[in-house]
């Protein structure tokens, strides 16, 4: 990388990382449109047959290698500004004489785990309704008295308490934060389970990563990806939907073993989509974005939280899994 025009590189390894972003946001689309769509027979079995078990893959492959290259050329880059920087320097008083080491902390791995505090990446998200970008009408008031009674309905229904209070809270019109328990998501819906061991074993990696740096007791932090499996319960479904993933952990090494401390983090953000619509009912998501548009209702951010308690031999892929009260579970 000697002589690189760094300018030119920086450029090069953003347009990495963003196309990674963009094809991640293509295929968590994709995902929920399939899932929308009023397909059936046998063509569009073999359509979706090969979207799950091969196309699909074949993308989450290109996700991951366009991230790691990216990230490999920033930490180019990097070294090269360091090398830069110390050609020429005379010597200076003191007693050492070896090549400067890498400060602790300051580990990085091609897939984005880095060693430092719990940090909360950053995640944008997209919004089609601009809110009270339009004026009111007759029929709009009419519209918002049935979907406020609906959403009120709602919370007698069996199983969908979550996303009745996140639609009412829609309907607060504040945009303020709201918390989903994200541990009893994960025990009612497969899918939220699998996106959470998902995230345990790209943990996992980016930990081996940098104890083969020569970290032995740390904490890390990894970058936010798109949950890669959508609820199948009608409750979450309509309360997190497609969202973001992230984690922050404590890892400590005893010889061969390692045991992870990880707290995985969701994050998503409740607003409605133009040309997308509800799984269940069919109902189109401009019918609601409507209602953001002329100032009635307002779009916020959800968030919540497991901990798990990972051990695992270096170079498994056999971890045994425990919350911090103690529960285990080999997977």
């Not at 970008?133 to 049935?146: C, G, L």
């Not at 709201?178 to 345990?200: G, T, W």
């Not at 970058?223 to 952990?249: L, M, R």
Request: hydrophobic share 30%; charged share 20%.
């Amino acid at each position: 990388m000697q002589g690189m025009n760094l300018t030119a590189m920086r450029g090069v390894a953003k347009a990495l990382t963003d196309c990674s972003q963009d094809l991640d946001d293509a295929v968590t689309r994709l995902d929920q449109l399939l899932r929308r769509v009023d397909w059936r027979g046998a063509d569009a079995e073999q359509f979706l047959q090969s979207w799950r078990t091969k196309d699909r893959p074949f993308a989450v492959r290109g996700i991951t290698y366009l991230s790691e290259r990216g990230t490999f050329l920033q930490n180019q880059i990097t070294e090269q500004e360091t090398s830069s920087n110390s050609d020429g320097q005379g010597a200076t008083g003191g007693s050492g004489g070896g090549a400067p080491t890498t400060p602790p902390g300051t580990s990085t791995t091609s897939s984005g785990y880095s060693i430092g505090p719990a940090h909360k990446p950053d995640i944008h998200w997209d919004e089609d309704f601009v809110w009270g970008s339009q004026s009111a009408t007759p029929q709009d008031v009419a519209s918002a008295a049935e979907w406020r009674a609906k959403g009120e309905l709602a919370l007698l229904a069996p199983g969908l308490g979550d996303a009745a209070r996140a639609y009412l809270h829609y309907w607060d019109n504040n945009g303020e934060p709201f918390p989903i328990d994200y541990e009893r998501a994960a025990a009612e819906d497969s899918s939220i389970q699998q996106n959470i061991d998902d995230e345990i074993r790209r943990s996992m990696a980016g930990a081996e990563d940098l104890i083969n740096q020569g970290n032995q007791s740390f904490s890390m932090t990894g970058p936010a990806s798109g949950s890669q499996h959508y609820p199948v319960t009608e409750n979450w479904q309509k309360t997190i939907g497609g969202y973001q993933q992230w984690s922050s952990a404590e890892v400590t090494t005893s010889g061969n073993t390692a045991t992870m401390t990880i707290t995985v983090h969701a994050e998503d953000y409740y607003n409605f989509n133009k040309g997308q619509a509800d799984i269940a009912s069919g109902t189109p998501d401009n019918v609601n974005g409507r209602f953001c548009e002329i100032g009635w209702a307002k779009p916020f951010p959800t968030s919540g939280e497991v901990t798990r308690v990972v051990t695992w031999e270096l170079g498994s892929n056999n971890p045994t899994i425990s919350t911090p009260s103690g529960t285990h579970q080999e997977r």
